[in-house]
T-cell receptor, first 113, second 114 residues
Framework: KAGVTQTPRYLIKTRGQQVTLSCSPI?????VSWYQQTPGQGLQFLFE???????NKGNFPGRFSGRQFSNSRSEMNVSTLELGDSALYLC????????????FGPGTRLLVL | AQKVTQAQTEISVVEKEDVTLDCVYE???????LFWYKQPPSGELVFLIR??????QNEISGRYSWNFQKSTSSFNFTITASQVVDSAVYFC???????????FGKGITLSVRP
């Protein structure tokens, strides 16, 4: 079975722009979660989607948003980029929900200049 | 609220040494799951082990073993006969209640020297 895939793998943007990251979960997995990893804050939870509904959201500003499609693929969007948004964005999928093992993709490295 | 503490930040060992990575967690939920993930330089988080709050039985899987003690809220991970390929950042994580959110510790950078 193919693992979680994320595109693009690397991205360079400038302040004020917006960006969309994509995640394809493991086949059959219906839950997708997003995490931000920075050297200062570590790994932080952004949000989780299950059956096209956002079930949980972390403590991030409204500039961070996401969605899930009927095929369980997910996208996250960051608008009005700030320098501090430079990070590794990791997507994880799990079969259903609640305390199941989450399997992570390779991440998208975003650099904001 | 949940919290995971990994007091060790960096560990350096020589190949074939055993190494234990410490993890202490906090949660008020009685049902929770604990995880260890490995992050090599490529960046992808690789799942290693998972334990639920109702099963304190400690196990060994190949070169990996773990010690889960609810009395001390600890979930330590041991690599036996370490190898250079074990060099990575290791994260302990917790999910609790009716929630899929993973709360991670700060990670431990393990360097295994030949």
């Amino acid at each position: 079975k193919a693992g979680v895939t994320q595109t693009p793998r690397y991205l360079i943007k400038t302040r004020g722009q917006q960006v969309t990251l994509s995640c394809s979960p493991i086949s059959g997995h219906r839950s997708v979660s997003w995490y931000q990893q920075t050297p200062g804050q570590g790994l932080q939870f952004l949000f989780e989607y299950f059956s096209e509904t956002q079930r949980n959201k972390g403590n991030f500003p409204g500039r961070f948003s996401g969605r899930q499609f009927s095929n369980s693929r997910s996208e996250m969007n960051v608008s009005t980029l700030e320098l501090g948004d430079s990070a590794l964005y990791l997507c994880a999928s799990s079969p259903r929900a609640f305390q199941e093992t989450q399997y992570f993709g390779p991440g998208t490295r975003l650099l904001v200049l | 609220a949940q919290k995971v503490t990994q007091a060790q930040t960096e560990i350096s060992v020589v190949e074939k040494e055993d190494v234990t990575l410490d993890c202490v967690y906090e949660t008020r939920d009685t049902t929770y799951y604990l995880f260890w993930y490995k992050q090599p330089p490529s960046g992808e988080l690789v799942f290693l082990i998972r334990r639920n709050s109702f099963d304190e039985q400690n196990e060994i899987s190949g070169r990996y073993s773990w010690n889960f003690q609810k009395s001390t809220s600890s979930f330590n991970f041991t690599i036996t006969a370490s190898q250079v390929v074990d060099s990575a950042v290791y994260f302990c994580a917790l999910t609790a209640g009716a929630n899929s959110k993973l709360t991670f510790g700060k990670g431990i950078t393990l360097s295994v020297r030949p």
